[in-house]
Structure formats: C-alpha cells, structure tokens
C-alpha cells in the first residue's frame, strides 16, 4: 500500500534483523497469559523467529504477577516487568519498549484476541525492509470474531475519521496490533498517551515522521476470559487529544520532525542484540510524576 507519505517499496539495504521484541501489557490477564503466551512462544519457535516476550504487569489486582511468575519455567524467552508507577495502558507499553532488547518490537494483546501467526508475518515483511508493519482486520483476508457491535460502530467511525483527517489509506489505526524496527520507535519519541490512545500516537507519528510502513490483513478474536480493558467513554476527549496533537505536527511542523536522510533501517540496535552483555539500551526517560 503506498500513498503520498509512503514509500512505494521497503529499503532492500536494511540490515537484517536479530531480535524481535515482543511486548504485551497485561492488566488482570491472569487468565488469558497462559495461553496467549504460550501459543506465541510455540509460534515463533517454530518458524525460527529469534525472539524475547516482554511482558508488562500494570498493576493487576489478581494473579498475574504469580502466574507470569510461574510461566517462565515453560517459556525461556518470557521477560516479566511489573509496572510499579503510574498505570495504564500507554504507560505499560512505554515501560516494556525501556526494557525490550530487539531491534524490531511488536506491540500484542494480553487477551488472545491477536493470532501469533500474524506476528510472524510482522517480522518477516520487517525483515524485507519495511519500517513498520500494520495490521488490519477491515481489509480483505481480515477477519473479526465476536466483536461487540456497538464497540465495532464507534471502531469504524473512529477510524473513519482518522483517515479523512490524516489523508491516509489506513483503515485500523487503533488497532493495538503492529510492529516497528527500532529506529521507528526512537524516532516518534517522546511518547506522551499514557492510555489505550498510544495505539494511535505510535503509528500516526511514523507516518507523519515519513517511516515506510505497509498493511496486512489480520485477524481479531474477542477475549475468552475477564472484561475489556478499554472503556470507551473515558477514552474519546483522549483519542482527540492526540489525534490533534500529531495532526499539528504534520500540517504546522514543517518537517522538523521528519526523519533525516539516514535510514530509520540502519539506526543502531541495543549492545544485548548485537552480541554485548549490557543491558538494553533505554528509551527516553519517563516523564516525572504529575
């Protein structure tokens, strides 16, 4: 998919990549993670995926931490991190990208609405030089099982909005589900949606930003257990706010923002991908408690 910001073809001088980070937040997931976790470690074990799968503790009230605890012994490649400042849900993902070590990262849902053999074919077109990789569950070959109709409505009119906005022909922005090379992630720093509305910062800055990006089509199933996380009420002032935030940038910034000419594809990757025993390399520091 190409358009006026995007880049009809992926760079073919990409490095080839070494680490995929996967990082899912999880709030009161003690349920799902077993077999969220499990599915995706034996996923990607299987077709050769050299991976790490961070996940994030933000601040559940039910076993999560124990049963992530626990799972470690199954699941060699398992980071557990527990988010022991602010919560929500931006925030956990922030938290997850300091401590990921990958040069290319994968943002997944706890729930096991997201199919593992998705996140294969995300590493895979990384790996043929795009920047980032979206997934779309409203584009032919996508699918949705047992998505609420209300919460589908307000999906596609979101959405709607969004692309009319930004001019792009991206038809699940919000959708949480969609991978990144490093450097895209240094470049749409600072990352400020503290809530579910970092699923929209994170790709509208790319895109605004001039990384390379294209669209699969995926597929969503809803939860099995415990209740949505995402409350639609609270979250559409939030949405705006960043809507509007990075749509100043795109009409206002007059490129400051851009990427430079050098490749996000060649930005360095942390020393642990590279071989070297330090620890992964940070983000930018978080901002001080309000």
């Given at each position: 998919?190409?358009?006026?910001?995007?880049?009809?073809?992926?760079?073919?001088?990409?490095?080839?990549?070494?680490?995929?980070?996967?990082?899912?937040?999880?709030?009161?997931?003690?349920?799902?993670?077993?077999?969220?976790?499990?599915?995706?470690?034996?996923?990607?074990?299987?077709?050769?995926?050299?991976?790490?799968?961070?996940?994030?503790?933000?601040?559940?009230?039910?076993?999560?931490?124990?049963?992530?605890?626990?799972?470690?012994?199954?699941?060699?490649?398992?980071?557990?991190?527990?988010?022991?400042?602010?919560?929500?849900?931006?925030?956990?993902?922030?938290?997850?990208?300091?401590?990921?070590?990958?040069?290319?990262?994968?943002?997944?849902?706890?729930?096991?609405?997201?199919?593992?053999?998705?996140?294969?074919?995300?590493?895979?077109?990384?790996?043929?030089?795009?920047?980032?990789?979206?997934?779309?569950?409203?584009?032919?070959?996508?699918?949705?099982?047992?998505?609420?109709?209300?919460?589908?409505?307000?999906?596609?009119?979101?959405?709607?909005?969004?692309?009319?906005?930004?001019?792009?022909?991206?038809?699940?922005?919000?959708?949480?589900?969609?991978?990144?090379?490093?450097?895209?992630?240094?470049?749409?720093?600072?990352?400020?949606?503290?809530?579910?509305?970092?699923?929209?910062?994170?790709?509208?800055?790319?895109?605004?930003?001039?990384?390379?990006?294209?669209?699969?089509?995926?597929?969503?199933?809803?939860?099995?257990?415990?209740?949505?996380?995402?409350?639609?009420?609270?979250?559409?002032?939030?949405?705006?706010?960043?809507?509007?935030?990075?749509?100043?940038?795109?009409?206002?910034?007059?490129?400051?923002?851009?990427?430079?000419?050098?490749?996000?594809?060649?930005?360095?990757?942390?020393?642990?991908?590279?071989?070297?025993?330090?620890?992964?390399?940070?983000?930018?520091p978080p901002p001080p408690p309000r």
């Open positions: 998919m190409a358009d006026g910001m995007n880049p009809s073809a992926p760079n073919s001088a990409a490095p080839p990549l070494k680490l995929f980070s996967v990082v899912v937040p999880a709030r009161d997931e003690a349920k799902s993670l077993p077999a969220t976790l499990e599915h995706l470690h034996v996923e990607l074990s299987l077709n050769d995926v050299p991976h790490e799968i961070v996940v994030v503790d933000d601040g559940s009230s039910d076993q999560t931490w124990p049963v992530l605890q626990q799972l470690q012994a199954k699941i060699p490649t398992l980071r557990p991190v527990q988010n022991r400042g602010e919560h929500g849900f931006g925030r956990a993902i922030t938290l997850g990208l300091r401590h990921s070590s990958g040069d290319a990262v994968a943002i997944m849902m706890a729930d096991e609405s997201d199919d593992p053999r998705d996140a294969v074919r995300y590493w895979k077109l990384l790996n043929e030089g795009w920047d980032c990789v979206f997934g779309s569950r409203f584009i032919a070959g996508g699918c949705t099982i047992g998505y609420p109709r209300v919460k589908l409505f307000l999906n596609r009119l979101a959405n709607f909005f969004i692309r009319i906005v930004f001019a792009v022909p991206l038809n699940d922005t919000t959708n949480a589900f969609k991978a990144y090379r490093r450097g895209v992630i240094q470049g749409c720093e600072p990352l400020i949606a503290p809530h579910f509305n970092l699923t929209v910062e994170l790709p509208l800055k790319a895109i605004v930003r001039g990384y390379s990006w294209t669209v699969v089509p995926i597929t969503w199933r809803n939860r099995r257990f415990g209740e949505p996380k995402l409350k639609i009420k609270e979250m559409g002032s939030r949405y705006f706010f960043i809507c509007a935030y990075v749509w100043l940038e795109k009409y206002f910034s007059r490129g400051d923002y851009r990427r430079g000419v050098e490749s996000s594809s060649r930005a360095t990757a942390p020393a642990s991908v590279n071989g070297g025993g330090s620890p992964p390399r940070a983000l930018a």
